[in-house]
């Protein structure tokens, strides 16, 4: 087995004292610009890394940053979302030799745990925070910790919706909880949900659809709540009452979609559209509508919220809101790592999802 470089072979060859490398690994004064970048060079060409335990010993950074996902674990190997947002993070991180340290948890306590491991361990700089709820401990907990953390998938603030935009609490639910300007440790990265479910009602309306079912995912995620709500608003807002738009919840799951597909579509006056909160559960949807001997979109339009390679090999190809999630995480890693580099917090706005029309939607039937 290879033996790890250590301060002393980088020493040794770069014909120094040991205190002199330390001070120069670890950007203390002490030597000569010319003699830091001597030990520098020596310390790459020799593979050199700093050991991340003592590191955290001595009250350095350990140079990585956490992610917890605290989904059902079976709903995470088929959604796309997941996977693009971490290959955006990634790509911010690998640029400047961050490590991302990943886990997945079955519930938010166990999530908060992580956080008080990692705080602990010094495991972690900061941590991204994704799935804001509609009651979040999360926020007031990284505080205390003192934390940095940038939370992702935050709701704009009201006035800045395009359209939809409601307050959660009216409708009975708690709003989740949103970094402040006076927070020391916390930075969001915010989507416009309400606005992009707004595009869609107004879109499916324009073609003639009045019954409309939002085949929605977990109840406790804020982007959840945010997408009812904007959707029984929008309806609301064009004579639609709740017997003819609605949401039904799920788990995000193709075994979940499918089913409230079913049952939808078994009703006396079944929908003309619906609208899936991910591309799985709307390709799920779209096989039992199939099997079921519905045309698609002769009898019924399908909608998917994110885009991906599933929506555009299906047949008829899914109609979906196309946005860059990878861009998402990019964005969210770059403002995680400014804060650790010293910039104060902030709030950062991610773009508005687009909506693709495709094959799968078209005016209802003439008779409905």
């Known amino acids: ?78 959604e796309s979302f997941f996977l693009q947002l971490v290959s955006g993070i990634q790509e911010v991180l690998a640029a400047s030799r961050t490590a991302l340290l990943f886990q997945v948890v079955e519930d938010i306590d166990a999530e908060c745990a992580v956080y008080r491991r990692w ?27 003192g934390l940095p953390a940038v939370t992702i998938g935050e709701a704009l603030p009201q006035e800045d919706e395009g359209g939809g935009g409601v307050d959660p609490a009216a409708a009975g639910a708690t709003p989740a909880a949103a970094p402040t300007a006076r927070s020391a440790v916390l930075s969001s990265v915010r989507a416009d949900d309400a606005g992009a479910m707004a595009q869609v009602l107004e879109y499916l309306h324009g073609l003639g659809h009045r019954r409309i079912v939002h085949v929605a995912g977990l109840p406790d995620l804020a982007h959840t709540v945010r997408r009812m709500e904007s959707l029984r608003t929008e309806a609301a807002r064009r004579g639609l009452g709740p017997d003819q738009v609605r949401s039904v919840l799920t788990d995000y799951s193709d ?19 619906l609208v899936y909160d991910n591309d799985v559960m709307a390709v799920a949807g779209s096989a039992v509508a199939a099997e079921l001997g519905i045309p698609v979109p002769g009898r019924l339009s399908i909608v998917a919220w994110d885009d991906s390679a599933l929506c555009r090999v299906t047949h008829p190809r899914l109609t979906a809101l196309v946005r860059d999630t990878a861009g998402f995480g ?13 910039d104060p917090p902030g709030v950062r706005i991610s773009e508005r999802p687009r909506l693709e029309p495709r094959e799968s939607t078209a005016p209802p039937p003439a008779h409905t």
Not at 4 to 33: W, Y
């Open 1 to 78: 087995m290879a033996r790890r470089p250590t301060i002393k072979d980088i020493a040794r060859q770069a014909g120094v004292s040991e205190s002199a490398v330390s001070f120069a690994l670890n950007g203390r004064p002490g030597v000569s610009q010319d003699t830091r970048a001597r030990i520098r060079r020596v310390a790459e060409e020799l593979g050199w890394q700093p050991n991340s335990a003592a590191r955290a010993l001595s009250g350095e950074r350990s140079g990585a940053v956490g992610l917890v996902l605290a989904r059902p674990a079976h709903t995470l190997g088929v």
């Open 330 to 342: 990019r964005l969210a890693a770059g403002e995680l790592l400014a804060v650790l580099a010293g």
């Open 119 to 145: 705080w602990a361990e010094r495991r972690v700089d900061g941590v991204l925070v994704v799935d804001p709820r509609t009651s979040d401990p999360r926020p007031a907990l990284l505080e205390a910790l």
């Open 255 to 273: 075994t979940e979609g499918a089913a409230a597909t079913r049952r939808v579509l078994a009703e006396p006056e079944p929908p003309t559209a």
